[in-house]
């Protein structure tokens, strides 16, 4: 299984540009993640899904969007890149086995976004 | 709202060192805590604890959970040069929606030779 993976790895957007960050996971897990990190901070939810078809928003959405069109992929969106944005960006995903207790995320390489 | 708070942010020690790193919450519901290692890339996963006064254990790392006082400490022992990552505690949000992890700031820890 290669686990959640990510692409790019690194990529410099000028302000204004868009983009999509590509997540997939070989796990059949329903639940996945989007979060960015910036220096010296933890991760902040931006979005996640339940499964196909099902999104919701995190703490930080703003400026982000995303869909899962199947179980494997959940491209997340940057419409109109700001240097804000400028940070980490970690796609995670986990089952959802065992309903009364709660199961690790698994978390895929990261995409170093830098907007100048 | 739901809250981790991590302490010490940073920490220097020499090998050989025992360090202890700190995990507070608030969180309504509380059903876990996690503890993941992070060198430089992803988050790896390291601990989850569900019970009260019960040490979970890897090697030369260890972990325990307080509920009543609502912390968790990280220890590791005999601290190497590849301990150096950063650590991260994190709860289950209270809400339980879609099991969102909410995390703390992280701990730096740095393993000088």
């Known amino acids: 299984n290669a686990g959640v993976t990510q692409t790019p790895k690194f990529r410099i957007l000028k302000i204004g540009q868009s983009m999509t960050l590509q997540c997939a996971q070989d796990m059949n897990h329903n639940y996945m993640y989007w979060y960015r990190q910036d220096p010296g901070m933890g991760l902040k939810l931006i979005y996640y899904?339940?499964?196909?078809?099902?999104?919701d928003k995190g703490e930080v959405p703003n400026g982000y969007n995303v869909s899962r069109s199947t179980t494997e992929d959940f491209p997340l969106r940057l419409e109109l890149a700001a240097p804000s944005q400028t940070s980490v960006y970690f796609c995670?995903?986990?089952?959802?086995?065992?309903?009364?207790?709660?199961?690790?995320?698994?978390f895929g390489p990261g995409t170093r976004l830098t907007v100048l | 709202e739901d809250k981790v708070v991590q302490s010490p942010l940073s920490l220097v020690v020499h090998e050989g060192d025992t360090v202890t790193l700190n995990c507070s919450y608030e969180?309504?519901?509380?059903?876990?805590l996690l503890w993941y290692k992070q060198e430089k890339k992803a988050p790896t996963f390291l601990f989850m604890l569900t019970s009260s006064g019960i040490e979970k254990k890897s090697g030369r790392l260890s972990s325990i959970l307080d509920k009543k006082e609502l912390f968790s400490i990280l220890n590791i022992t005999a601290t190497q040069t590849g301990d150096s990552a950063v650590y991260l505690c994190a709860v289950p949000g209270g809400d339980n929606q879609g099991g969102k992890l909410i995390f703390g700031q992280g701990t730096e820890l740095s393993v000088k030779p």
């Open positions: 995670a995903s986990r089952s959802d086995w065992g309903r009364s207790s709660y199961n690790e995320q698994f």
């Open positions: 969180v309504t519901n509380f059903r876990s």
């Open positions: 899904s339940v499964g196909a078809g099902i999104t």
